[in-house]
């Protein structure tokens, strides 16, 4: 086994196509993981179970089948229904659908976190429920929340390469195409595997930088 | 808006000289007439009956504290009235208007009567300490930021802290925050105060502080006051009438004078005699 820098320098161009491609899936799956998540926490504290029986049995199911089935699914499966997407949009949507179930979780715990004594205040203050949610129990919730969620960002950057599996090109797919044409396997998959480090570890740097910050 | 809210904002720091009788309840009621009503109220947790049947009064500008072994249903009438449980049987009126059974909307309404400082101060962590103040008179009562500041600030005066608008309440001693949570209470210029074991939590250098400012406000306020203290001085100092209360029942009730130096009940003795 032979390294060799040639390669490294060809293979370059397809590894910044693919970065670019994983970065976008990564910050459009947070996005929809948080603002998701959020939204099953609130519906599972809704007063009627004819909205949390539905909401809970949905998110049980998501969260308990694989990421690449829900994947699979969405890309072959919804044509049939003549619902087409791009493989990047549709894989996006998966990994956002798929951690929004993990990140409902954290969500609630950060609810059930804020003290009792902070609804009681707000009820002798006479503030409106919409009100007390948001100026009062959310931002709280939200803060404490901030650590956990980012956990997940470096799991769902590390479940991107599953996105390969339904054609999009993100760094393993622009490393399986390259390694395919050239038959050199060992430069394109070190490259894409210290660029995993390079982003993973300094992330997980700064969220524990951000823990000591926020949670006091 | 209605007419009765509370919208005075007439009473700006200029106006009050220190020790005038600043106007920090809404519509002043008239002396001696009924405020609060319960009756028949009872109140269960599980197989614990807390409140059984109680009939209870507290008339307009009146300073009643409420005195008794724990667990004996004194800040369940407190949480009560501010809403924060429900009655499972009985009735509750403030000021003519029923607060239980009625529906939200009335609910609402009547809750605008009703102020509360608790044991845990419970401030808005989130929240600077004038916010913690502005927040609900902006919200709730439809007061311009301006005006909900000038209130805020004037009560910050009052409490001794002008200088912490800025402070979050973490950076507060127990003490200071507490004092933040009655002007907080008293920016929505309720006709009740309730104050649950407001000492209780704060370290015994603090109690003085927060002591003194209850005080001034009974003094040179009309505000009704409702009190559950462990605090015998200060209940003596403020209170026109003491209630003795003990498994759910009002078993003597007289001025403070009286009812410390020369209680009918026996349970009354023990008690004084144990936390004296």
Redesign the interface.
């Known amino acids: 086994m032979n390294w060799d820098w040639g390669a490294v320098r060809d293979f370059m161009p397809h590894f910044w196509d693919g970065l670019l491609v994983t970065l976008q899936a990564l910050a459009l799956g947070s996005v929809i993981s948080f603002a998701l998540g959020l939204v099953w926490a609130l519906l599972m504290r809704a007063p009627t179970r004819w909205v949390r029986w539905p909401v809970g049995v949905l998110t049980e199911f998501i969260r308990n089948t694989p990421l690449l089935v829900q994947l699979f699914f969405l890309f072959y499966v919804l044509p049939e229904w003549n619902i087409t997407f791009s493989a990047l949009t549709t894989g996006v949507v998966a990994i956002g659908l798929h951690y929004s179930t993990y990140t409902m979780q954290v969500y609630r715990a950060g609810i059930e976190g804020v003290?009792a004594?902070?609804w009681?205040?707000a009820?002798?203050?006479?503030?409106?429920l919409r009100?007390t949610w948001t100026?009062?129990i959310l931002?709280?919730a939200i803060?404490r929340v901030v650590p956990a969620l980012g956990n997940y960002v470096i799991s769902m950057l590390k479940d991107t390469p599953m996105l390969m599996a339904i054609t999009v090109l993100e760094m393993l797919g622009e490393a399986r195409l390259y390694s395919q044409e050239h038959f050199q396997f060992t430069e394109p998959l070190t490259v894409i595997g210290v660029a995993f480090i390079l982003i993973s570890y300094p992330a997980s740097l700064l969220l524990r930088a951000l823990e000591r910050r926020l949670v006091? | 808006m209605s007419a009765d809210t509370p919208l005075d904002t007439s009473a700006t720091p200029a106006d009050t000289a220190p020790g005038e009788k600043a106007d920090h309840t809404a519509n002043p009621p008239v002396d001696g007439g009924e405020l609060i009503r319960f009756d028949k109220v009872t109140k269960r947790f599980g197989d614990n009956t807390v409140l059984d049947g109680l009939d209870f009064r507290v008339d307009s500008g009146k300073h009643v504290t409420l005195i008794g072994p724990s667990g004996s249903g004194k800040t369940t009438i407190l949480r009560l009235l501010m809403t924060l449980a429900k009655p499972d049987e009985g009735t509750i009126t403030v000021a003519g208007e029923r607060l239980h059974p009625a529906p939200e909307k009335q609910i609402r309404e009547v809750r605008k009567k009703i102020g509360m400082v608790f044991q845990q101060f419970n401030l808005f962590p989130n929240m600077k300490v004038l916010r913690n103040i502005t927040e609900a008179p902006v919200t709730v009562l439809g007061l311009s930021g301006d005006e909900a500041e000038a209130r805020a600030r004037e009560l910050l005066e009052m409490v001794g802290l002008a200088d912490k608008c800025d402070a979050y309440p973490s950076q507060l001693s127990g003490g200071q925050q507490q004092r933040v949570a009655i002007a907080r209470a008293l920016a929505m210029r309720p006709q009740v105060l309730l104050l649950d074991e407001v000492t209780s939590a704060l370290d015994p250098e603090l109690v003085t502080g927060v002591l003194d400012v209850l005080r001034d406000i009974a003094h040179t306020t009309d505000i009704t006051m409702l009190c559950v203290t462990h605090e015998m001085n200060f209940a003596r100092d403020i209170s026109d009438q003491v209630l003795m209360f003990d498994s759910g029942h009002v078993i003597e009730s007289g001025s403070p004078d009286r009812i410390f130096t020369d209680p009918e009940h026996e349970r009354t003795r023990e008690f004084l005699s144990a936390i004296l």
């Open positions: 003290p004594g902070q009681e205040a009820t002798a203050l006479n503030l409106p009100r100026a009062v931002p709280q803060r006091r």
